[in-house]
């Protein structure tokens, strides 16, 4: 009885998704690939999880882009790739995800895809400590460990920094967020 459940859910899934995916619903070629990615409501297969994924990503959806440039960054089911991981997490760093910002300060303090640079990443741990976008609920669940990463990293990079590299990375963060449309 509950295998068959099981297999009515998984079906369900992928129908209710499905005709709106291949319409070209972002979100909808999302959450087909979270499905597919993670085995939750259908078999996983990594080719259509990345396949969707991937058309998600390419039509701005944000959490498709964190999604696909963690999956390069840790080369999950693909080949790793710094670039595409630093091109796709820039892209949902800038629409104001705190996950990427801070994987993106990660890489800039590292030098992982992108140049290295302290006050590059600096800049994106602070936005990522105060909730990503502008108006962002940083006590939302989850996001208190992001924030608690975020400022640990603005500690390190503060003591690699000089006072002019903060100063900037400062200015820069608040440029941003006043580039921010409120939501």
């Not at 597919?36 to 409501?41: C, N, S, T």
């Not at 990594?46 to 058309?55: G, P, R, T, V």
């Not at 999604?67 to 080369?75: P, T, W």
Request: hydrophobic share 45%; charged share 25%; aromatic share 10%.
């Amino acid at each position: 009885m509950k295998r068959s459940s099981a297999r009515r859910q998984t079906a369900n899934v992928v129908e209710l998704w499905l005709p709106l995916a291949v319409k070209g619903h972002a979100r909808a070629q999302y959450i087909l690939g979270r499905v597919y990615a993670e085995g939750k409501g259908a078999p996983r297969d990594q080719k259509q999880a990345f396949d969707w994924l991937a058309k998600s990503a390419e039509q701005g959806n944000a959490d498709a882009q964190l999604y696909l440039g963690v999956m390069y960054a840790k080369g999950r089911h693909i080949p790793r790739n710094d670039l595409k991981a630093s091109h796709w997490l820039r892209f949902a760093a800038e629409a104001g995800l705190a996950k990427a910002q801070c994987y993106l300060s990660r890489m800039y303090a590292q030098g992982i895809g992108v140049p290295r640079s302290f006050v590059y990443a600096y800049m994106w741990a602070m936005l990522a400590a105060t909730g990503g976008r502008r108006g962002a609920d940083i006590s939302r669940v989850g996001n208190e460990k992001i924030r608690a990463y975020a400022l640990n990293t603005l500690e390190t990079f503060a003591r690699n920094m000089s006072r002019e590299e903060a100063s900037a990375a400062i200015r820069m963060a608040k440029k941003w967020r006043s580039r921010q449309i409120a939501p």
